[in-house]
């Protein structure tokens, strides 16, 4: 089964400076869906970016952006010019058809 | 805007007690999840349905059954609530053949059962 691991428990980050958090993920599959998912404190779950693995090129939104290593399996994501508003978990996940698998999550705390 | 809503934001429930959680996606979505979500160990998987009356097991299906009588509603039951089910429980939809990946989730329903 594929996995995906977050190795980064909590993070912090002052606000306006930049962070950056780290996945890796396991998988025998060239085609599938990278995903980075936002849950704010007693909020839902949205979604923050997506990459594609055909797309060589990193995925950007806004002051989101990712750095996608397909060989080394590596999707981080990078929060630039950090908000207090970017505080709360945040999920990796792996899709490929039906099989979704998220990580542990990352706990982002921003310091005002 | 898709909407995923949760009938219970809260539950208490007995342990032996039966317990239904409800999910209602209001944009004709075919695909529906249950997921579990625990510190430390991200969301995993109970069931999936990919249309009214089909169900998937996911990786831990024990203890739950699931109902998909119509489009929209995707009912996770807990035919005898255990203690080791205290947990948040997350619906997700998504549309089959969009391709986007993408899954929209609901508010959760957070169950502690005594």
């Known amino acids: 089964a594929q996995t995906v691991t977050q190795s980064q428990p909590e993070m912090s980050v002052q606000e306006a400076e930049t962070v950056t958090l780290s996945c890796t993920y396991d998988?025998?599959?060239?085609?599938?869906?990278l995903f980075w998912y936002k849950q704010p404190p007693s909020r839902q779950m949205i979604l923050v970016i997506r990459?594609?693995?055909?797309?060589?090129q990193n995925a950007t939104e806004n002051r989101f952006s990712v750095n996608f290593q397909k060989a080394a399996k590596s999707f981080s994501l990078k929060i630039s010019d950090s908000q207090l508003g970017d505080a709360a978990m945040y999920f990796c996940?792996?899709?490929?058809?039906?099989?979704?698998?998220f990580g542990a999550g990352t706990r982002l705390t921003v310091k005002p | 805007d898709v909407k995923v809503t949760q009938s219970s934001r809260y539950l208490v429930k007995r342990t032996g007690e039966k317990v239904f959680l409800e999910c209602v996606q209001d944009?004709?979505?075919?695909?529906m999840f249950w997921y579990r979500q625990d510190p430390g160990l991200g969301l995993r998987l109970i069931y999936f349905?990919?249309?009214?009356?089909?169900?998937e097991k996911g990786d831990i299906p024990e203890g739950y059954s699931v109902s998909r009588e119509k489009k929209e509603r995707f009912s996770l039951i807990l035919e005898s609530a255990s203690t080791n089910q205290t947990s948040m429980y997350l619906c997700?939809?998504?549309?089959?053949?969009?391709?986007?990946?993408?899954?929209?989730f609901g508010e959760g329903s957070r169950l502690t059962v005594l």
């Open positions: 998988t025998s599959e060239s085609d599938y869906y």
């Open positions: 990459q594609e693995a055909y797309k060589q």
């Open positions: 996940a792996y899709r490929n058809n039906n099989d979704m698998r």
């Open positions: 349905s990919y249309d009214v009356k089909m169900k």
């Open positions: 997700a939809s998504d549309p089959s053949g969009k391709n986007t990946g993408e899954l929209f």
């Open positions: 944009m004709d979505h075919e695909n």
